[in-house]
């Protein structure tokens, strides 16, 4: 088991490492494998690749991100970053853009809407997450498949064992109807990443929910 010494000293190098990170005003804190970051950056994509860059870190069983977002002076309004986030959606998602509606306070966006598959759901979030001014994402999208959910028990664990990645003896597919749980214990969070979304790229499915525990 690391130290949370350790820990500690990689995740600030790792954040120094990432070019999307400006540690400059970023704390970090250690207590027993729990990782929570503090201080301010000027845009939410910093936020969130802090977030990213700690979860890569060995050793960090869970991160609390409390980074708070201030943008530069001269910030787009809500309404451009309304306007924005409708042209991003447009370009990124041309099929499906018109069943998502961007609405913003405050520099946070929150988006609605249905959708078809997970991956316009997360392709949607990734698009605005960019945009200058926004300090906060919320995906309330819904998933509403055009196709029955068919074996999806099987399937996912039939995906679980052919990738590298996934130690597929050591989680728990659990599926209701169109509804997944993931139980069990993962090496790293990229493994525990990898494992959603597999879980999530199987037809049918409306919800994944993911409770694998990172071991320390």
């Given at each position: 088991?690391r130290s949370?010494?350790?820990?500690?000293k990689?995740?600030?190098a790792e954040l120094?490492?990432?070019?999307d990170?400006d540690?400059t005003?970023?704390?970090?804190k250690?207590?027993?494998g729990?990782v929570?970051l503090?201080?301010f950056?000027?845009s939410?994509?910093?936020k969130?690749?802090?977030?990213i860059?700690t979860?890569?870190?060995?050793?960090?069983?869970?991160?609390?991100?409390?980074?708070a977002?201030k943008?530069?002076s001269g910030a787009?309004t809500?309404?451009?970053i309304?306007?924005?986030?409708v042209?991003i959606?447009?370009t990124e998602?041309?099929t499906c853009?018109e069943?998502?509606?961007?609405?913003?306070?405050?520099?946070h966006?929150?988006?609605?809407?249905?959708v078809?598959?997970?991956?316009?759901?997360e392709?949607?979030e990734?698009?605005?997450r960019?945009?200058?001014g926004?300090?906060g994402?919320?995906?309330?999208?819904?998933i509403r498949?055009?196709l029955?959910?068919?074996?999806?028990k099987h399937?996912?664990?039939?995906a679980?064992r052919?990738?590298?990645?996934?130690?597929?003896?050591?989680?728990?597919?659990?599926?209701s109807?169109?509804?997944?749980l993931l139980?069990?214990?993962?090496?790293s969070w990229?493994?525990?990443?990898q494992?959603?979304?597999s879980a999530?790229?199987a037809?049918?499915?409306?919800?994944?929910?993911?409770?694998?525990?990172?071991?320390s």
């Amino acid at each position: 088991m690391r130290s949370d010494t350790d820990i500690k000293k990689d995740v600030e190098a790792e954040l120094r490492w990432s070019p999307d990170v400006d540690e400059t005003d970023i704390a970090v804190k250690v207590n027993d494998g729990e990782v929570t970051l503090s201080g301010f950056t000027d845009s939410y994509l910093s936020k969130y690749q802090a977030e990213i860059a700690t979860r890569r870190i060995k050793g960090a069983a869970a991160v609390a991100n409390d980074i708070a977002v201030k943008p530069l002076s001269g910030a787009p309004t809500d309404p451009q970053i309304a306007r924005a986030a409708v042209q991003i959606l447009k370009t990124e998602l041309p099929t499906c853009w018109e069943q998502i509606k961007p609405v913003v306070k405050e520099g946070h966006v929150s988006l609605e809407g249905t959708v078809e598959w997970h991956y316009q759901r997360e392709r949607a979030e990734s698009a605005v997450r960019h945009l200058a001014g926004v300090v906060g994402v919320r995906n309330s999208i819904k998933i509403r498949p055009s196709l029955a959910p068919d074996n999806i028990k099987h399937r996912i664990e039939e995906a679980f064992r052919r990738l590298a990645q996934v130690d597929a003896d050591h989680i728990v597919v659990d599926t209701s109807g169109s509804e997944v749980l993931l139980k069990g214990e993962v090496r790293s969070w990229s493994e525990r990443d990898q494992a959603q979304r597999s879980a999530w790229s199987a037809p049918g499915v409306t919800n994944v929910k993911n409770e694998l525990t990172v071991r320390s």
